[in-house]
């Protein structure tokens, strides 16, 4: 296999083209660094691009190193002929070519080994070779193989180890185990039934058959999880007439033999003992894991969209962690996100230390001018909620509120890393402020968090772990090297996802940072112990030094790229002070009546580089998240109850699954968008018409307040004038 022309037609790009991109991978460049600095070379391909083309890469290594394993092990057994060379070399999976090594493989003691061992092997072959006449008959000669000392006792004893050989040789013939599971797949039926009489959440998978081509994902991971919790049992039905007809028609030559009884007898055997459970687990298998790809895929689509969540600036925030027994914490993070101030109160059960609780607030908004009130979404959130709104009715404050997701705010509050940060705080104030802190600057603070424990994925735990960990670090990676990190003020968990900076010289910023003051350029980083040139590399062009000699620490510009950024600004006859105070705005007009091209070629740089150069160079420091839609702030409350069919309503995605959307519309409640309610044209999936952070426009269809449960449509809505 050439892996190159493989990835190339997979992919659907140029040899050339994947060709060098390998070679960047191989010379231990990272993705981000790739995506953003090498696009001459790559073609522009995109992060998302660079990372399936990754994976994939590693796959079809993986499958060439099986491949040559299984040439060696069965060449060590001198068995290594070139039809089986060929037939290794034509495998696309790593499945048929262990169905290949499957009948040299070292067995465990089986039925047919036991017959080997007997001497039986000969009356096998005989029975085989399916005579149409056998002199002297079967039985005579099946009777020569009696042998006590060997354990066969009868002519009876000898056919039927003869039988037990048959099952075993076509159970392990790879092209028939290839054929059959095309066939099972294709024509079988995923069989489920209950396995307790007791109510669950799996009740609608109780007498449940689908054609195993037509099983969803998210089913098969929900039966999966079923069955491993006891409540269904699972199967694969397929009529036996279709795999035992592929199987006679090349195993029973001649129809009319004595032997054919013996041969159909052991083709069934083989089929119903041995190749019929191993297809059921591969195939179940194989679609768990097609399945749980699906679900990494979505898993990593929705936790980029919420890490790129836009922040909200400039805002001096209140985290408000609701709490009964324990009270409310509190926690006053200025506009820079440091905690100036805390605080605990009681104003629910079984305190209800109402008014004291609101002095407490007052104090706290008025003393700090406090923008916005960060709630999170926990237990006591809806009395904290009602509790808030009243307050800040009573103030006639312009201070807003807003519902925050807790989801992982408690593993983080109880991390190592939350108590280095903050030591003197307990874990529910640490919960306090991470909760304001992810209203200020998302990305910031959920990087701090297992992606696992964000709460944007379905099945998570039902996953390969490993490929799961692998996809969402590299989804946190591109969102962290997209928007990019202040050098001066970074965590070391957000330096530790950039570009070419592991854990280890991660803290070594920090601490050298706190050794030697804030850096001065990005220069100085080289200074940091373990962060070499090849890391400097790769990090450089994604750390920000605001406030810099050199304008350009605060852009995206690589230095590698300075001396071209300096030139372009020099034929325009702008400088770096024009830079530092935005006066580029004609920049980009310059360039378009000079011609893209002709600059790239008068400053030997490429095209798509220029184009990012001259993007820097207007907007210096910029956040591409500032772009995205806010968050939805808000003075008012509405409970489930408060909602009738009809409404329409503005909320936020909170998670994207394969049959739908949460929407928070306000009410503690999501409401689900079912798929066939998300457009009124027809879709494939969900993400093909909302991410995770979209805010929506949305139409109550109904509500079950018994059950909390919301019904929501995106389609057929007025004009939002109207």
Do not use: W
């Not at 599971?181 to 669950?200: I, N, Y």
């Not at 926690?331 to 104003?347: H, L, Q, R």
């Not at 609780?357 to 908004?365: D, E, G, P, W, Y």
């Not at 640490?430 to 992810?438: D, F, Y």
């Amino acid at each position: 296999m050439n892996i190159i022309e493989t990835l190339a037609n997979e992919l659907k790009l140029a040899v050339d083209q994947v060709e060098k991109t390998v070679a960047l991978i191989d010379e231990g460049n990272t993705i981000p660094f790739i995506a953003r600095y090498r696009k001459e070379v790559t073609g522009s391909l995109d992060d998302t691009v660079l990372r399936t083309l990754d994976d994939r890469l590693n796959q079809l290594r993986n499958l060439e190193k099986r491949r040559e394993e299984v040439k060696n092990l069965i060449d060590a057994q001198g068995q290594l002929t070139e039809e089986l060379i060929a037939a290794i070399d034509k495998a696309k999976t790593v499945t048929e070519i262990d169905d290949i090594y499957r009948p040299y493989r070292p067995h465990r003691k089986t039925r047919a080994s036991v017959a080997k061992e007997k001497g039986l092997e000969p009356l096998a072959q005989l029975l085989m070779a399916q005579e149409l006449s056998y002199e002297p008959d079967l039985a005579t000669q099946a009777a020569t193989y009696i042998n006590e000392e060997k354990g066969v006792a009868s002519a009876e004893e000898a056919l039927q180890g003869a039988c037990d050989i048959i099952a075993e040789s076509v159970s392990d013939n790879a092209e028939f185990r290839k054929k059959l599971r095309a066939l099972t797949f294709e024509h079988g039926t995923l069989s489920v039934r209950k396995t307790k009489e007791e109510d669950s959440v799996y009740a609608q998978y109780y007498e449940y058959d689908e054609a195993l081509v037509k099983v969803l994902p998210h089913r098969v991971l929900a039966i999966n999880r079923g069955e491993k919790e006891d409540f269904l049992k699972v199967s694969i039905e397929i009529s036996r007439d279709i795999p035992l007809n592929y199987l006679f028609h090349f195993t029973v030559t001649q129809p009319n033999s004595p032997a054919n009884s013996y041969v159909e007898a052991a083709v069934i055997d083989g089929y119903d003992r041995l190749i019929a459970p191993s297809i059921e687990r591969e195939i179940r298998s194989d679609m768990t894991d097609n399945a749980g790809e699906g679900a990494i895929k979505l898993f990593a689509d929705n936790l980029s969209h919420l890490l790129m969540v836009s922040p909200i600036k400039g805002k001096t925030v209140l985290g408000f962690d609701p709490g009964y027994g324990h009270g409310c914490k509190l926690a006053v993070v200025d506009k820079t996100g440091k905690v100036v101030d805390t605080g605990v109160i009681f104003p629910h059960k079984p305190q209800e230390q109402t008014e004291k609780s609101k002095q407490v607030m007052r104090r706290l908004i008025t003393a700090h001018n406090v923008d916005v009130i960060a709630i999170g979404n926990g237990t006591a959130s809806k009395e904290s909620e009602i509790f808030v709104a009243g307050l800040l009715h009573e103030m006639n404050s312009t201070c807003k509120y807003i519902m925050v997701s807790e989801a992982g705010a408690s593993v983080y509050s109880a991390s190592e890393l939350a108590a280095a940060e903050f030591p003197e705080f307990d874990v529910m104030q640490r919960s306090a402020v991470s909760i304001a802190r992810r209203l200020q600057d998302p990305l910031a603070e959920l990087v701090k968090i297992d992606p696992k424990a964000i709460g944007v994925g379905q099945y998570q735990h039902d996953m390969k772990q490993a490929r799961l960990d692998t996809a969402l670090t590299g989804v946190v990676e591109d969102c962290v090297n997209a928007v990019g990190v202040d050098l001066n003020t970074a965590s070391h968990s957000l330096l530790s996802y950039i570009s070419g900076v592991n854990a280890s010289i991660a803290k070594n910023i920090v601490k050298y940072r706190e050794e030697n003051g804030e850096f001065t350029s990005r220069a100085q980083i080289l200074k940091v112990p373990k962060l070499g040139a090849k890391a400097y590399e790769q990090c450089a062009g994604f750390l920000r030094v605001p406030g810099a000699k050199e304008i350009l620490d605060n852009t995206g510009v690589h230095p590698e790229s300075y001396a071209i950024a300096r030139a372009l600004l020099d034929k325009f006859g702008f400088t770096e002070d024009d830079v530092r105070t935005g006066h580029l705005s004609g920049l980009s007009a310059e360039v378009r009546k000079y011609g893209l091209e002709k600059l790239a070629a008068d400053l030997n740089v490429g095209v798509p580089t220029l184009e990012d150069i001259i993007r820097e160079l207007e907007k210096p420091g910029r956040d591409i998240r500032d772009s995205f839609p806010q968050p939805i702030l808000r003075d008012d409350i509405m409970g489930m109850e408060d909602l009738k069919p009809d409404m329409i309503l503005t909320g936020t995605v909170r998670n994207v699954i394969d049959f739908g959307a949460f929407v928070d519309i306000g009410v503690h409640q999501d409401g689900l968008v079912h798929i066939s309610q998300l457009s009124d044209k027809f879709i494939k999936h969900p993400s093909d018409v909302v991410s995770v952070g979209d805010i929506v426009r949305v139409r109550v269809l109904s509500v079950d307040v018994p059950k909390k449960r919301i019904a929501l449509s995106m389609k057929m809505l007025p004009d939002e004038k109207q």
